[in-house]
């Protein structure tokens, strides 16, 4: 997943070249809707991968994941239940595999990286509704709006999956500090 966002990031970035100095030399519309789209599809990747790797740098998936803003309490997973959270498991791309390998982490080191990820996420959530800034030089607005709607949900996802998954690692965590259970046993 992780080469994909990034070749795509990196072809909309030379497409939005490509289209902008085309359209500076023949002066067409189209070429100038296609930079916007290649320029806006550039910045949503772009953004997404600089988030990832300016949080990672700051936090190194070293959350303390028992703080307040990493509780779920019962109204929200109730909310994930209805929203059946559970069945999107093995649906939903991830960046990096390994960081949720039982084979190369402890339950406790998952955890954290669970909370990394939710971070990431929500600031990308944020970042999501800059495009509409853009409405203010090209128009368009709700065409910005819809996109950014819809890109920030796709992002708000992985924030509730992260949310909905990390009680029941946090439960193991227990069990095993308690010696009921072992680190080794699967969710």
């Known amino acids: 997943m992780a080469k ?5 990031a990196i072809i909309s970035l030379l497409l939005t070249v490509i289209c902008t100095l ?26 997404r991968l ?14 303390d994941y028992n703080k307040k ?29 390994s960081l949720f390998d039982i084979n190369e982490h402890s339950w406790d080191e998952i955890a954290q990286a669970m909370c990394q990820s939710e971070i990431v996420h929500e600031t990308i959530v944020v970042f999501r509704f800059l495009p509409i800034v853009s409405a203010i030089w090209f128009g368009s607005l709700p065409v910005f709006i819809i996109t ?15 949310r909905y998954n990390r009680p ?10 308690k010696g009921v259970g072992s680190s080794e046993k699967s969710i």
């Open 50 to 63: 600089l988030v990832g790797e300016v949080i990672n740098a700051l936090l190194h998936n070293k959350i």
């Open 148 to 162: 950014s709607v819809l890109s920030a949900g796709f992002d708000l996802m992985f924030v509730v999956m992260q």
């Open 69 to 97: 803003w990493f509780k779920v309490g019962k109204t929200e997973l109730s909310l994930y239940n209805k929203l059946k959270v559970k069945n999107w498991k093995g649906k939903m791309p991830t960046y990096d595999k």
């Open 168 to 177: 029941r690692i946090i439960k193991l965590i227990k069990r095993y500090e």
């Open 4 to 8: 994909t966002m990034k070749i795509t």
């Open 22 to 47: 085309l359209h500076i030399k023949i002066a067409n519309d189209i070429l100038l809707t296609l930079a916007i789209t290649f320029g806006t599809i550039a910045y949503h990747f772009c953004m």
